[in-house]
């Protein structure tokens, strides 16, 4: 899953192969469901992914578009893998991306008090700061949907949420 702000613009998705293979292996990328609405709330066209031989990740993209004049409930858009070739498709399968709307900034730092509340339990952090030392700041990390306490490594981990396996 991953939650992100509705200014997030784009949203990338690694698909992960279990494996590298000495051949090319590809997969659809498809939009299962969602309560947004495609071309007024996000843009999503079907995905064909292709690794090339000995390479295990590729990247799926959905684009945000940022509506902040409407009053709106947080908006979710649902992956699906559809059509492999040359392997199956592996668990998870599936991926949510929940768009935060609208969201409160009451110490207007930038940062939506939801997400300083969800990861930092007070609303003390600033946007400059960058608690795990991976050297991206939490406006850079909201803004993509990355977890500000996990470092790289964790952060790249949370995206791998799609799999192809043989």
């Given at each position: 899953m991953t939650t992100v702000p509705e200014?997030?613009?784009t949203v990338n998705i690694m698909v992960i192969l279990s494996k590298p293979e000495g051949k090319t292996v590809s997969v659809n990328v498809g939009l299962l469901n969602a309560s947004a609405t495609d071309g007024e709330d996000f843009k999503f066209k079907?995905?064909?992914l292709t690794?090339?031989?000995g390479t295990t990740v590729a990247t799926a993209s959905?684009?945000?578009i940022n509506d902040?004049?409407?009053?709106e409930p947080d908006e979710e858009i649902y992956l699906a893998l559809e059509n492999p070739r040359g392997a199956n498709i592996g668990s998870p399968s599936t991926h949510k991306i929940?768009?935060?709307e609208n969201a409160e900034d009451s110490d207007k730092?930038?940062?939506p008090d939801w997400w300083e509340m969800k990861f930092f339990g007070s609303l003390d952090q600033k946007p400059e700061y960058d608690p795990d030392n991976d050297g991206v700041s939490n406006i850079i990390e909201y803004k993509q949907g990355r977890h500000p306490n996990a470092g790289a490594k964790k952060d790249a981990k949370d995206q791998l949420e799609l799999r192809v396996n043989y």
């Open positions: 200014s997030a613009e079907p995905q064909t690794f090339a031989s959905v684009t945000i902040d004049n409407l009053e929940t768009v935060k730092d930038g940062l």
